[in-house]
C-alpha cells in the first residue's frame, strides 16, 4: 500500500517562507516516477481545493492562480519526494496541505495525512 507523509509545515509570519515535503513509499506494481502528484489544501469551513501539481513523465507543472509565482512544485523521483516551496505567504494561505499521488490510468488515488500550514502575525 502506497503510503505518503508530509512534512515541513508550521508557523509563519506573513511575507515568510515554507518548504513542504511529501515522502513516499510503498509502491510495488508501479514505481512513484509514474505517479502524478499534486498538493491540495483545506482551510476551517472550505473545500480541499488543488493548489499545484506536477506529472509523472516531463514534470510538467500546473498551479492554482491563488498562488502563482509564489510556490513551486518539484519532485526528487531518486528520493520518492515531491515538494512544495512556499514564498511570500500570505494568511489566506493558511491550511492543511494534502499530498495526493495519483495513476489516473488505474484509478489509483493515495492521500497524506496533511501538514498545518498557519500563516500569521
Known amino acids: 500500500q502506497v503510503q505518503l507523509v508530509e512534512s515541513g509545515g508550521g508557523s509563519v509570519q506573513p511575507g515568510g517562507s515554507l518548504r513542504l515535503s511529501c515522502a513516499a513509499s510503498?509502491?510495488?506494481?508501479?514505481?512513484?516516477?509514474?505517479?502524478?502528484m499534486s498538493w491540495y489544501r483545506q482551510a476551517p469551513g472550505k473545500e480541499r481545493e488543488l493548489v499545484a501539481a506536477?506529472?509523472?513523465?516531463?514534470?510538467?507543472?500546473n498551479y492554482a492562480d491563488s498562488v502563482k509565482g509564489r510556490f513551486t512544485i518539484s519532485r526528487d523521483n531518486a528520493k520518492n519526494t515531491v515538494y512544495l516551496q512556499m514564498n511570500s505567504l500570505k494568511p489566506e494561505d493558511t491550511a492543511v496541505y494534502y499530498c495526493?499521488?495519483?495513476?489516473?490510468?488505474?484509478?489509483?488515488?493515495?492521500w497524506g495525512q496533511g501538514t498545518q500550514v498557519t500563516v500569521s502575525s
Open positions: 510503498g509502491f510495488t506494481r508501479f514505481t512513484f516516477s509514474t505517479y502524478a
Open positions: 495526493k499521488a495519483q495513476l489516473v490510468a488505474f484509478g489509483y488515488n493515495y
Open positions: 506536477i506529472t509523472s513523465t516531463d514534470a510538467r507543472t
